[in-house]
């Protein structure tokens, strides 16, 4: 054991000593308790540099050195575990295993022979998949076992909220006397406006009496309309009665979650101060954030929830990245992929549905993957998988979405994938973004929640921050890359467009009417208030709403490329041949730089559109192309 250079003899001993108390009383201590013990733990590992972080850097990893790297993995396998709980080894073992697989691929026989000799000592680890899985399982739910709740009373306060929200509100004794009489009142006034509505001329009244009747009508049908509100106000205050009922249910058990929630961040080893740097050097698109912001969820809100999300997690996600496809339902990708882990918010997003998908990334660590996947093998009633529709006769999930049947709080915990990602983080995490939600989770299944709360106080194991810093790495280095192709791109456009003037020549006003509105209506543009912004060449260029590739209509520009002015009337014939207009979604200078391509291909804006214009790549060739006189 190496020892820091400020840690004297007497105080590493008392250190010493204080670590085999804890440990020796650990699995005797319940409560919120035992995380504060598990804080300390790893505060006098620190100190004594018996951290995961010192034996990660032992490991030696240089993707520049790959054999070497294989070599020190190989090693560390056999020789290099002991800080590993044994429960975990089958999880070390595979991210052991990702390492490798993430390196360089050299030839050569000392290469070959390196990687065999590292794949065999995997395979020694790992012989046993489920029993691994199951293992590590049952060392978060242990490590974490530490709430002390009143189950039962969270429990029935939880089925009196069903029982009200599955029930329609009922009347008052009091709200049910005033709405019969109100019922009363209205009727009565409903007979004497009948009974007024035949008083006319015909019946013998004179003009007199038929005006003071029709007075009489009037203000009867003013008081039939305002105990109608009456009615109305009654039925409103029994439904508000009912919501009010449930929120007060549901505010009864906010104390115990948020004390939950509070034993996680206070055991979290992030600072506030991190978690919101973390968050805020996050990748948030601007699409995703225009998108959001219509919803409700404000930039600021997301980057407040991430952060604490990234405290109640002990730091262990690293980069995201937010963008949207326009998709109704949310999705996360690239799980444990160094480049692009990327979370799309779909037609309803909120900091739970945040967290549902954020956690979806804590499966790239192979401890995090085994332990939700121990948690279904123990608790699935049998192998079989059922189809999600059939469990919750919810229409809604597609037929090839299967799930293990058992009592989970929701079916889709018990979602089963090819690739053995889970549901179990997601859902699990997302219990904790709220206060009722964290009640629930530890009252209904106290399993599920030691698991949350053994893994998010652990640290990352040894194989797992060689890993993270491997891709972190990987990750920098595509995004230089990405910024120089960027670069690159952007060059292109300032090349292509710079060539292309616009000038206002007049040329839409020349038009015959005629020729005027079949260019702007659904034959040609679709939008019937475009306006005319000028010329270059033969083409023409508008601005306003059209439809794009996706079939959405939204704000842009218009390229038609037309010969002809005043008319489109076909020679020696009444018929007229309308140019197509091709949309395009960007500023000004792709506009120009649109108009470019289409020259050099011909003139053919539609050919451009489908097949040039989008492609990134083929644009920077294109623009490649060009001589400087040309440009």
Known sequence: MQILDDVGGVEKLKLVRELGVIRKNLPEVAGVNKLTLVKRVREIRQLLSVSSIETAASLSIDPSNPVESIKSLTNYLRNGLSAVPEALLGAEADTVLKIINLLPSERGDEYQDARREAVSAVSRITSNPNSSMIAAFDHYKSAGNVFDIDSQAIISVLESVDALTNTAPEDTPEIAAQRKAADEEYDRLQDALSKLLTINAANGYDKEAIDKAADEYEATRAKKNEVWGQIRGLSEKKYDDHKKRIAELKDSITPVGQKIIDALLNSSKVTQEHADSWANSQIIEKSAITRLKKMGYPEADIRRDMAEFYRVTGGKLRQVRLETNGSKRANASGIGHFEDSVIRPGSNFNKTVLWHEMAHHLEADSAAKAASNGYLLKRRKSEKVYSLKSLTRNPGYRSNEGAYDDNFIDHYIGKVYPDKTTEVWSMGIQYLATPQDAAMMVAKDPEMAALMAGYLQADLTPAMKALQTIQDSAKDKAQEKREQFKSEYELALDKL????????????????????????????MGDPS??????????????????????????????????????????????????????????????????????????????????????????????????????
């Not at 467009?497 to 006003?509: K, R």
């Not at 079949?518 to 040609?524: A, D, E, Y």
């Not at 306006?531 to 996706?550: A, D, H, M, P, Q």
């Open 497 to 524: 467009s710079a060539g292309v003037g616009l000038v206002d020549d007049g040329w839409f006003g020349a038009l015959d009417p005629v020729d005027q509105e079949n260019l702007l209506s659904s034959w040609g």
């Open 530 to 631: 475009a306006k005319f912004i000028g010329s270059w060449e033969n083409y023409r260029v508008f601005s306003g709403k059209f439809r794009g590739k996706t079939k959405r209509v939204s704000k842009g520009y218009a390229v038609i490329y037309s010969r002809q002015s005043g008319t489109f009337l076909i020679p020696g014939s009444t018929s007229r041949e309308i140019p197509s207009a091709v949309p395009v979604h960007g500023d000004m200078r792709e506009v120009r730089a649109f108009i470019k391509l289409a020259q050099m291909f011909g003139d053919d804006p539609r050919f451009v559109r489908w097949n040039v214009f989008g492609d990134e790549g083929r644009v920077i060739r294109e623009a490649n192309k060009l001589s400087g006189e040309q440009s």
